[in-house]
């Protein structure tokens, strides 16, 4: 007799793709989405109320001609469109401060990248007593802004000043730093660099510790001299480094403020007055349509500038 024989085997069957797996899967993505936004609303409803929603305020407010008087009565607004930006770009004063505000720019960034770039390079040489130079050289960075400038204006006073006190010690008399319309902005210039170059020194520590040692030591084997070794190894190494810090110190010298309020209140003659300090004058008088049409040509400074500033220092290293 012949063995039974057994039939074989079902084939076992598989789930269809987007059947059981799919409606297993997509209730849990569903659910991991609104926790995400439950727990990102919170925040979202602060930057809209404290920051979207004040943004766009002040950008409608550009184009009227609202005044302190009409906060009671807003139906009083009248929008005049670009008239704001046309009566900026037709007013002195503000084109005396855009001079002085380019000034500071054109005076602040390179003096203070240039010498946290040289402080930097000299720490990062020294073996001792890095820590301490490092929180020396930052701790003008986290005083008070206010006090900086008091303790700076009495350096520069004509009488009993420091700076004139060691001039006359060489027989030079010195001149009255704050009250010459040619020599106070470039003061406010060299004590915002001695302020803000700590935080720059940091940045380009950071920088220069990515740099691998072995580069430098070949080329140092190659014959290269320490200049060649900082123009061809160090510097565009560090290309990235010096473009973030060059945006963000050309950003603060564009927003110039408290050192001119502080100590020479804009003056003499308006020759240490910010596009910044012009804006902050226009809202203390009421003038609110034309201080925020102000404050966004300065943002579109802040823009332009910061595009500038990518082209040339990004440029390499995105060719590459």
């Known amino acids: 007799m012949s063995a039974p024989t057994s039939s074989p085997p079902a084939p076992a069957t598989r789930a269809p793709e987007g059947g059981t797996r799919s409606r297993h899967v997509d209730p849990t993505r569903r659910q991991q989405a609104v926790a995400a936004w439950m727990l990102a609303l919170p925040f979202v409803l602060l930057f809209v109320v404290f920051s979207l929603g004040p943004v766009l305020a002040s950008l409608g407010m550009s184009f009227t001609d609202m005044k ?37 720019l054109l005076l602040g960034v390179p003096l203070t990248m240039a010498v946290a770039l040289v402080v930097a390079l000299g720490i990062n040489r020294v073996e001792r007593l890095k820590g301490l130079l490092r929180v020396g050289y930052y701790l003008p960075v986290v005083t008070s802004i206010v006090a900086v400038s008091v303790v700076w204006k009495f350096l520069y006073r004509d009488n009993g000043g420091l700076f004139n006190t060691v001039l006359g010690w060489v ?7 704050l009250d010459s319309t040619t020599l106070s902005l470039p003061a406010l210039v060299l004590m915002a660099v001695w302020r803000n170059f700590g935080t720059l020194m940091v940045i380009f520590l950071a920088g220069l510790a990515t740099i691998p040692q072995e580069v430098a030591e070949a080329a140092e084997v190659d014959g ?28 603060g010298y564009l927003q110039f403020f408290e050192e001119a309020f502080v100590m020479t209140k804009g003056g003499p003659l308006d020759s240490t007055r910010s596009a910044t300090y012009f804006t902050f004058d226009q809202f203390g ?34 060719k590459r």
Request: no cysteine; proline share 5%.
């Open 171 to 177: 027989g030079i008399d010195g001149p009255g730093w």
């Open 224 to 251: 290269a001299t320490g200049w060649s070794r900082f123009r061809y190894i160090t510097l565009p190494m560090l290309r990235p480094t010096l473009l973030f810090g060059a945006v963000i110190t050309g950003i």
């Open 68 to 104: 302190r008087t009409d906060i009671r009565n807003p139906f009083a607004v009248e929008f005049v469109g670009i008239d704001n930006y046309v009566k900026l770009v037709q007013d002195p004063l503000f084109r005396k401060v855009t001079l002085n505000t380019l000034l500071y």
């Open 285 to 318: 008088f009421g003038n609110y349509g034309y201080a925020a049409a102000a404050s966004y040509l300065l943002f579109l400074a802040v823009v332009l500038l910061t595009w500038v500033q990518f082209r040339w220092l990004g440029e390499r290293e995105a």
